[in-house]
């Protein structure tokens, strides 16, 4: 294996600097070397964006393939494009930590976590009077006993908003 099949170099011979953004607040945090490639593909009718090193293209392109996502083939990223949504900053990592540690806490009082598929919103329903038979019915299909982590999935907004 030569140094070439490991390090993405561009054409003229050089790396190009491309500025990371942070996937979930959109803030630059860092900066990428590599040669980036990029595709699209819709998501619930959103078009999403994915960004890899060359170095990725091709196992990324199978991965799509695999998932059966249909999504468009990778294009040169060009470096005046400045920005590429990679990775995830700091500070969102450390409150995606905490609401995840949260999340977990709410479990352990009888809470069942959820996620919906329509706009792909993440939390969680904490056990109340209100919702103690919906989550103790969560717990029952999933065969999960009280206090552990279990969740639901939603199809749509209508099931988690108006909570
Ligand atoms: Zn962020
Ligand atoms: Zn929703």
Redesign the pocket.
């Known amino acids: 294996m030569s140094r070439d099949d490991r390090i993405s170099v561009s054409k003229d011979g050089g790396v190009e600097p491309h500025i990371t953004l942070?996937?979930?607040?959109?803030?630059g945090?860092g900066v990428t070397v590599g040669v980036m490639y990029a595709a699209t593909y819709f998501d619930n009718g959103r078009e999403r964006r994915v960004y890899v090193d060359r170095s990725r293209v091709r196992e990324a392109t199978r991965e799509a393939e695999r998932k059966g996502i249909e999504m468009s083939a990778f294009k040169h990223v060009p470096v005046d494009e400045k920005g590429v949504t990679l990775g995830?900053?700091e500070?969102?990592?450390g409150k995606q930590q905490a609401d995840y540690d949260e999340a977990i806490a709410a479990c352990m009082k009888g809470g069942v976590l959820f996620r919906c598929s329509e706009c792909d919103a993440r939390g969680f329903i904490p056990y109340k009077e209100s919702t103690a038979s919906f989550c103790d019915e969560v717990r029952k299909g999933n065969g999960v006993e009280f206090g552990k982590p279990s969740g639901v999935e939603f199809d749509s907004c209508a099931q988690h908003d108006g909570e």
């Open positions: 942070c996937e979930v607040c959109g803030e945090y995830i900053c500070a969102c990592d």
